[in-house]
């Protein structure tokens, strides 16, 4: 086995078995509820910050809770909660950027009484400084709750310490990605999402120590030809193995992506060296564009889209659209017109944690690599 398959094995990890690694080895793990929580401050009080993205399979429980239309991730993560598997949780932060988001924090409230709900009320008109300082004190608010889960108070030079080795993942993570479309044979579209996936189940210094050893093994391999064409993927969530072994089989690489549980978490870095870190983490918020979940007045995920499809000579875009997910739904006119106005070709693939059926899917991609 090569140094890189050997790499790729120890980040096929299982959250719950990681949940239980760090539990059982003395440590609280604190659920981070998709998208933008600031997982520095559960590391800075010596916590493991744990990202759940709901799960793979039908949704069973929380049908109580919900009504069907609802996108699964959510369902699927109250499903977790209701069925034992996020137990040894010592709490949950939920951040309300979607309506549905919003639900969840207070089903769980209601449902969930062993894991506490951390809610987080993101002040949605982040830039300005009303915004920066609501959201400031938003974090302050979950402080408090984090300290009294720790039994410890936070201090601001561990903040700070854990914003610079959150910055050095994400520049990890960003270089991986550059060096992942170098070699699309090697990073296939599904060991692409799992080294982007792990990084939600593992300490950030562990997984940080993996991944720079991965890009150094790139770096010294040649740049590959690949014998296929190149997408850049967009949506809230693109792990789906059944799905990226569609693009496997069609030859579809992955060279980029706007994805929230992918780039998402890496492309921006949050400030450091600040006299108060906290507001770093809450000015983070604020410089985020193209993100489906965060107010976009100007709406330029399409051209961050674009311009990542000119970077790397992309053939196209596919846009992994999550079923009942109204602010990616209300996202995907907007960039289609753009994208044909760019004259780049691109395919609406929905997606959902429930599919048991992937024909359409298959014929719809088989399709676009045919067309492209």
Known sequence: M????????????????????????GKKVIGCAPVYTPE????????????????????????????????????????????????????????????????????????????????????????????LDYNEKQYIKLIAQLEEISGSKIESSKVEEAIVLYNNHRKALQEFNELASKHLNTITPALRSRVMSSAFFMDKAEHLEIVGALNEELKNMPEEKFDGKKVVTTGLLANSPEILKIFETHKLAIVDDNINQESGQFDYLVDEGTDNPVRALAKWISDIEGSTLLYDPEKL????????????????????????????????????????????????????????????????????????
């Open 2 to 25: 090569s140094n890189i398959e050997l790499l790729l094995e120890k980040l096929d990890v299982c959250p719950f078995e990681q949940i239980d690694k760090y539990v059982e080895g």
């Open 40 to 131: 520095e401050l559960v590391y800075a009080l010596g916590m493991i910050p744990m990202g759940i993205w709901g799960a793979e399979g039908e949704v069973t429980l929380s049908k109580e809770y919900f009504p069907a239309f609802y996108a699964a991730p959510i369902l699927r993560l109250l499903d977790l909660g209701l069925e034992g598997k996020l137990d040894k949780l010592s709490g949950m932060i939920i951040p309300g950027l979607s309506d549905g988001l919003k639900g969840l924090s207070q089903n769980w409230k209601k449902a969930i009484k062993n894991v506490p709900a951390l809610y987080i009320g993101y002040g949605q008109n982040r830039k300005i400084k009303a915004g």
């Open 301 to 372: 995920r399409g051209k961050i889209i674009i311009d990542k499809v000119r970077k790397h000579g992309a053939d196209g875009v596919v846009y992994l659209l999550t079923k009942f997910s109204d602010s990616d739904e209300f996202d995907y006119p907007i960039i289609r017109k753009e994208l044909n106005q760019e004259g780049i070709m691109h395919i609406l693939v929905e997606v959902d944690q429930q599919m048991t059926n992937f024909e359409q899917a298959n014929t719809a991609l088989q399709t676009f690599a045919d067309m492209i």
